[in-house]
């Protein structure tokens, strides 16, 4: 079963691989990207999509940051409150002895 989820994993990846491949080859057409004040970028298309999608992907990425910094912050604090300050279940179940019986 391991050996066969493996090598699925693995027809996966390259059906994958070869269909952006093909994307790439089918798509080698020059492009022309207008600018402002009459600037223009001239690069095959595939280029332009891949340029386009890592461009969104460094935004998404940037836009996530400060929530990512605020969610590091909050669990640290939290990590240092739980190891300084036991909470009461553990209080209570160290002061009262254990019951042994039916």
Known sequence: MKNFM??????LKAAIFFTL????????QDTTV???????WRAPQVL????????????????????WWTQRRAAAKAKLNQISLPDANTVQTMQTPAQHGL
Request: glycine residues 10%; charged residues 5%.
């Open 6 to 11: 493996w090598l699925l994993k693995w027809v």
């Open 21 to 28: 491949f093909a994307f790439a080859l089918n798509n080698q």
């Open 34 to 40: 207008h600018f402002f004040f009459g600037t223009q």
């Open 48 to 67: 332009v999509v891949l340029s386009a999608f890592a461009t969104g992907v460094a935004v998404g990425v940037l836009g996530m940051v400060p929530r």
